[in-house]
C-alpha cells in the first residue's frame, strides 16, 4: 500500500528500513510519575539496536557537513533564550530554520525522517496525527511546516532526534538518561476548527484523552480533588523532568486507592 505522504517510499532512494520492523521496534517508553516506585514508572533501558536508533544514525550518516552545522548539536547544547535545548518544549515553536518537506533535505532524508516519526506513534494513530498537523498548519501536508535536531553523535553514545512544530514535540531518545520517559517532555495538540475551540472540542483528535482524565478526576474525593487540582495552568516551557528530588504540584499517584489508579493507568495507555 502506497503511503499517503511518501507515494514512491519503496524507490531505491528510500530508506532502507523495513517499515514494519521498524515501528514494532520502537523502544518501550517509561511512563514518569510524582510517585516512586508505583506500578505505573518503567525504565527505557538504553538499546543500541534498535531500529529506531539505527534509523536515526543513518539519517545523521547522510547529512553533509553543512547540514551536520546547522541541525545538529552537542549533547548539552544550551540555546541562549531557551536553555538545554533538547528538553525545551513549547506548544509552536521551530528547533532549527529548515523545514522537513524543503530543497533543504534531499528525498531519502525526507524518507528516513518520516518513517523515524510514523515508527514514534501507534499506528492506529498515523492518520489521525496527520490531519492534526494539516489543520495545524493551514493545510499543509506534513513537513512542510515542522523542523528537526539531533543531538549527540548517534552510534556513540547519548544521543536524541527532537522533531517540532506548532502543536509537536516528539523526541526520538538513544542512549540518554534510565527512567526518563520519551528522552524529554513532548507536547502535542489540535486546534480542529478554530483558536477558541467549544466545550465539546468538535473534530479534535485527542479530545477523547481529556474525557477519560476528567473520569479519573471525578473517582476523587473531595480531599483530593484540593490537592489535585493546579490554581494554575504553567507554561508549556516550565513542564520539564525533574529527577527524583523534584517536587511536582498535584497529588502523587500512591496516594490514589485501587480504582483510581486502575483509571488512571487507561488514561495513559491511550496516550
Given at each position: 500500500?502506497?503511503?499517503?505522504?511518501?507515494?514512491?517510499?519503496?524507490?531505491?532512494?528510500?530508506?532502507?528500513?523495513?517499515?514494519?520492523?521498524?515501528?514494532?521496534?520502537?523502544?518501550?517508553?517509561?511512563?514518569?510519575?510524582?510517585?516512586?516506585?508505583n506500578q505505573f514508572t518503567q525504565a527505557a533501558a538504553p538499546d543500541t539496536s534498535k531500529a529506531d536508533e539505527t534509523a536515526v544514525?543513518?539519517?545523521?550518516?547522510?547529512?553533509?557537513?553543512?547540514?551536520?552545522?546547522?541541525?545538529?548539536?552537542?549533547?548539552?547544547?544550551?540555546?541562549?533564550?531557551?536553555?538545554?535545548?533538547?528538553?525545551?518544549?513549547?506548544?509552536?515553536?521551530?528547533?532549527?530554520?529548515?523545514?522537513?518537506?524543503?530543497?533543504?533535505?534531499?528525498?531519502?532524508?525526507?524518507?528516513?525522517?518520516?518513517?523515524?516519526?510514523?515508527?514514534?506513534?501507534?499506528?492506529?494513530?498515523?492518520?489521525?496525527?496527520?490531519?492534526?498537523?494539516?489543520?495545524?498548519?493551514?493545510?499543509?501536508?506534513?513537513?512542510?511546516?515542522?523542523?528537526?535536531?539531533?543531538?549527540?553523535?548517534?552510534?556513540?553514545?547519548?544521543?536524541?532526534?527532537?522533531?517540532?512544530?506548532?502543536?509537536?514535540?516528539?523526541?526520538?531518545?538513544?542512549?540518554?538518561?534510565?527512567?526518563?520517559?520519551?528522552?524529554?517532555?513532548?507536547?502535542?495538540?489540535?486546534?480542529?476548527?478554530?483558536?477558541?475551540?467549544?466545550?465539546?472540542?468538535?473534530?479534535?483528535?485527542?479530545?477523547?484523552?481529556?474525557?477519560?482524565?476528567?473520569?479519573?478526576?471525578?473517582?476523587?474525593?473531595?480531599?483530593?480533588?484540593?490537592?489535585?487540582?493546579?490554581?494554575?495552568?504553567?507554561?508549556?516551557?516550565?513542564?520539564?523532568?525533574?529527577?527524583?528530588?523534584?517536587?511536582?504540584?498535584?497529588?502523587?499517584?500512591?496516594?490514589?486507592?485501587?480504582?483510581?489508579?486502575?483509571?488512571?493507568?487507561?488514561?495513559?495507555?491511550?496516550?
Amino acid at each position: 500500500m502506497s503511503d499517503p505522504i511518501f507515494s514512491n517510499s519503496n524507490s531505491p532512494d528510500s530508506n532502507p528500513l523495513n517499515r514494519r520492523d521498524f515501528i514494532k521496534s520502537v523502544s518501550a517508553i517509561g511512563i514518569a510519575t510524582a510517585a516512586s516506585g508505583n506500578q505505573f514508572t518503567q525504565a527505557a533501558a538504553p538499546d543500541t539496536s534498535k531500529a529506531d536508533e539505527t534509523a536515526v544514525k543513518g539519517l545523521y550518516e547522510s547529512l553533509t557537513d553543512a547540514q551536520k552545522k546547522e541541525i545538529c548539536f552537542d549533547w548539552d547544547h544550551k540555546d541562549a533564550s531557551r536553555g538545554l535545548l533538547r528538553t525545551f518544549v513549547s506548544n509552536n515553536w521551530q528547533i532549527t530554520k529548515p523545514h522537513i518537506r524543503s530543497e533543504y533535505y534531499s528525498k531519502k532524508q525526507q524518507d528516513i525522517i518520516h518513517d523515524i516519526f510514523k515508527g514514534l506513534v501507534n499506528p492506529e494513530w498515523y492518520s489521525k496525527f496527520l490531519k492534526q498537523l494539516k489543520d495545524d498548519t493551514n493545510g499543509n501536508e506534513w513537513g512542510a511546516d515542522q523542523s528537526i535536531a539531533i543531538f549527540g553523535k548517534p552510534g556513540s553514545g547519548k544521543f536524541e532526534f527532537v522533531m517540532t512544530g506548532r502543536h509537536m514535540t516528539l523526541r526520538a531518545d538513544g542512549n540518554s538518561e534510565d527512567s526518563v520517559a520519551f528522552g524529554g517532555p513532548i507536547f502535542y495538540g489540535h486546534a480542529a476548527d478554530t483558536f477558541n475551540e467549544g466545550a465539546d472540542h468538535k473534530g479534535n483528535i485527542f479530545w477523547p484523552q481529556a474525557l477519560k482524565a476528567n473520569k479519573v478526576y471525578q473517582l476523587l474525593s473531595e480531599d483530593q480533588r484540593k490537592i489535585a487540582l493546579v490554581e494554575k495552568t504553567p507554561p508549556e516551557a516550565a513542564v520539564g523532568f525533574k529527577g527524583k528530588e523534584g517536587k511536582f504540584s498535584g497529588i502523587a499517584v500512591n496516594k490514589l486507592d485501587s480504582t483510581q489508579k486502575k483509571e488512571l493507568q487507561g488514561v495513559l495507555s491511550g496516550l
